[in-house]
């Protein structure tokens, strides 16, 4: 079955330097969740994403932004990076609707800024 | 607003014996409840989910969880672990409705050995 697809899997980013995140949500998943896990910590959620609307916002930093696309992928812009910023960051996908929801995770996008 | 604790950071276990990795809730609404799994370097795998009914649930890879209302508890069992088991497994929460954003714990690092 079609999983959550993140691009790139793994890069390296000067301090101050912009870095974009891509997510492909598995077909027909309508919601798109970013998360980010530093090193030995919890995922901690971003900011997400419902039929191409923003539908919540956690522990974002304003230089942070996303959108998701009309084909429902997503992108997570990082601007002004700093060595903090460097993390695992996840995107996950789900399909609303009642009965409760499942996340489904990408693999990540390792982040490191030097 | 939810909240997750997961009391252990570790838990060392030798292989075949019976293992538990305690997940508390905090919420003051109802919650969905899940256990991820999440191996070196790799993402976040769904092990079970806890939405309604039974209050024993049943997982992949032989893990199951019970969840107890009255004592906001969702623990992770399994009987007899592998050394294939040894990974962090995390426990989270999330609302029954609008965006179902999940609140992570802590993490528990699950070493076997042999």
């Known amino acids: 079955a079609a999983g959550v697809i993140q691009s790139p899997r793994h890069l390296i980013k000067e301090k101050r330097e912009t870095a974009t995140l891509k997510c492909y949500p598995i077909p027909r998943h309508d919601t798109v969740y970013w998360y980010q896990q530093g090193p030995g910590q919890d995922p901690q959620f971003l900011i997400s994403f419902y039929e191409k609307m923003q539908s919540d916002k956690g522990s974002i930093p304003d230089r942070f932004s996303a959108q998701q696309f009309s084909d429902y992928h997503s992108e997570l812009n990082m601007s002004s990076l700093e060595l903090g910023d460097s993390a695992l960051y996840f995107c996950?996908?789900?399909?609303?609707?009642?009965?409760?929801?499942?996340?489904?995770f990408g693999e990540g996008s390792w982040l490191t800024v030097v | 607003a939810q909240s997750v604790t997961q009391l252990d950071s570790q838990v060392p276990v030798f292989e075949e014996a019976p293992v538990e990795l305690r997940c508390n809730y905090s919420?003051?609404?109802?919650?969905?409840l899940f256990w991820y799994v999440q191996y070196p370097n790799q993402g976040l795998q769904l092990l079970l989910k806890y939405l309604s009914g039974s209050t024993l649930v049943k997982g992949i890879n032989g893990f199951e969880a019970e969840f107890n209302k009255s004592q906001t508890s969702f623990h992770l069992r399994k009987p007899s672990v592998h050394i294939s088991d040894t990974a962090e497994y995390f426990c989270a929460v999330s609302g029954t409705s609008g965006t179902y954003k999940y609140i992570f714990g802590t993490g528990t690092r699950l070493k076997v050995l042999a």
């Open positions: 996950a996908s789900s399909l609303s609707g009642a009965g409760g929801n499942t996340i489904y």
């Open positions: 919420s003051s609404v109802s919650v969905y």
